[in-house]
């Protein structure tokens, strides 16, 4: 049977950069077909960010089944796996699990009495200033915020190839305040944003914008990444703007980090292909960035000059113009190409403001591949 779903590309302003994302209807999630899957999936590596109104029914056995169908040997560990119980992680504080579907996790703000078997339980939603070596003011707290970090869902480490895709549904979402969302970076920079919400850049335009020589300087090199980077990456501080850290010296020392082995330390192309279009996004994930390997079997090592270059290659692409700030609506159901998008958390909620979301990413069963050998 035909596939009766329908996709519309997001209207952006006409002065917007953003050239991505999508909207599905006439979607029933619980009872997908081969045919609707298919809409689905090509929808996803076509426009990256594919929003589903009205959802809020959705089960997590459901929204499980939706994220595990984009690669169904990839098994049905949590995109971190464990990763995350290291109680130095920065991802520690931020998740709750579902305890009958452990796959999906509960994120969000405020004390919630019972949701889906767990019980009388605090959310708290990421502020930059547990992160951040400066932050906005207190007193200008709620009115202005920033990106809290810029990055992809992925354990970095291991066996745990990165996630190909991110579902996130809005169970409740606080009122329409709004807030601007500063960079901080000299720049000028700022953008208006709802309260809470979820910010996505192309990897794609990330990777179009740059120059013929960084694009192919980008083509030819891979980035290490630092062992169990969440935990290495605990005790440093971001810069303004979310997109990396800077370089102070505080990250824990390797040979603190739980036990590890060269062989887990994942090394992997700057560029990602998509399965679909073959086009190169930029996929980086600035915060846990150690070592860049370039095409002619050199190295960079200096951890600051690293960040600096890959700060230079992916600041153009988060200037506001290239921004998608999706305004959340109480059923939204979003599903986003994880290797095709950055993403960053936004927002400063006071403490009577309730927000309570899913989220459910699986590690993937292949790496993402690189761009094709010259004249292939």
Excluded at 15 to 43: C, H, K, M, Q, Y
Aim: glycine share 8%.
């Amino acid at each position: 049977m035909t596939s009766k779903i329908t996709v519309e590309p997001l209207q952006s302003p006409r002065e917007s950069g953003v050239n991505f994302g999508a909207v599905a209807t006439n979607v029933d999630l619980e009872n997908l077909s081969d045919d609707d899957f298919a809409v689905i999936r090509n929808a996803l590596f076509t426009h990256q960010v594919v929003v589903f109104k009205n959802q809020g029914h959705v089960s997590p056995k459901a929204q499980f089944q939706l994220t595990q169908h984009f690669d169904p040997t990839g098994g049905a560990s949590y995109g971190h796996g464990k990763t995350i119980d290291a109680k130095r992680s920065i991802l520690h504080p931020d998740l709750k699990t579902i305890p009958h579907q452990p796959q999906v996790q509960v994120i969000g703000n405020g004390r919630i009495a019972s949701y889906e078997g767990l019980t009388d339980f605090q959310l708290r939603h990421p502020h930059h200033k547990t992160f951040h070596a400066t932050t906005v003011p207190e007193e200008e707290d709620l009115d202005f915020t920033r990106f809290y970090r810029w990055h992809i869902d992925a354990a970095l480490y291991g066996a745990l190839a990165p996630s190909m895709v991110t579902t996130l549904l809005a169970v409740q979402v606080p009122g329409g305040r709004r807030q601007t969302c500063r960079y901080d970076d000299g720049t000028g920079d700022a953008l208006d944003v709802p309260l809470g919400t979820t910010a996505f850049v192309s990897g794609y335009t990330m990777y179009d914008i740059l120059s013929d020589v960084d694009k192919a300087f980008v083509r030819g090199a891979k980035v290490e990444y630092a062992p169990h980077p969440y935990v290495w990456m605990s005790s440093a501080k971001s810069r303004s703007d979310g997109l990396g850290l800077l370089s102070q010296g505080l990250e824990v020392p390797i040979e603190e980090l739980p036990p590890h082995t060269q062989e887990e330390i994942q090394i992997l192309p700057l560029c990602w292909r998509n399965p679909v279009t073959g086009k190169l996004a930029l996929q980086v994930h600035p915060s846990a960035v150690r070592k860049l390997h370039l095409e002619d079997g050199s190295m960079i090592d200096d951890l600051a000059e690293v960040r600096e270059i890959v700060h230079r290659l992916q600041r153009p692409a988060i200037a506001p113009s290239y921004v998608y700030a999706h305004d959340w609506q109480q059923g939204d159901l979003v599903l986003f190409h994880n290797r095709g998008v950055l993403h960053s958390v936004v927002g400063a909620f006071a403490e009577d403001e309730v927000r309570l979301f899913r989220q459910c990413n699986i590690a993937a069963s292949q790496f993402p591949e690189g761009p094709l050998p010259a004249g292939a």
